[in-house]
Nanobody, 124 residues
Framework: QVHLVESGGGLVQAGGSLRLSCATS????????MGWFRQAPGKEREFAAA????????FYADSVRGRFTISRDNAKNTVDLQMNNLKPEDTAVYYC?????????????????WGQGTQVTVSS
């Protein structure tokens, strides 16, 4: 079993930055793609960013590309999401997830382990 715990959320003004971190424990996920998803009130959960097991391959949603950076440290079992130039529309609960495979995927159903989420609120 894999256990994921997110941290680093909070309240920030538009244009500000936050760094989210996901700590993993249990079965090793160093060979799995890891992703960040987000869910705003009244909306479906949406893909934000993903990173392959090596950290070389990354992919971003159009809405965050150029502002967010995903990274991972397999030795520390962590996956981070650096969020810069935040906008009010980035307000959401952010979830860390582990995919079943080592390939980049943006589909939530391809991820079978999820954290409980951390709230990010961006004020205008």
């Amino acid at each position: 079993q894999v256990h994921l715990v997110e941290s680093g959320g909070g309240l920030v003004q538009a244009g500000g930055s936050l760094r989210l971190s996901c700590a993993t424990s249990g079965r090793t996920i160093s060979s799995n793609t890891m992703g960040w998803f987000r869910q705003a009130p009244g909306k479906e959960r949406e893909f934000a960013a993903a990173i392959t097991w090596s950290g070389v391959g990354t992919f971003y949603a159009d809405s965050v590309r150029g502002r967010f950076t995903i990274s991972r440290d397999n030795a520390k079992n962590t996956v981070d999401l650096q969020m810069n130039n935040l906008k009010p529309e980035d307000t959401a609960v952010y979830y860390c997830a582990a995919a079943r495979s080592g390939f980049i995927t943006t589909t939530a159903s391809a991820y079978d382990h999820w954290g409980q989420g951390t709230q990010v609120t961006v004020s205008s």
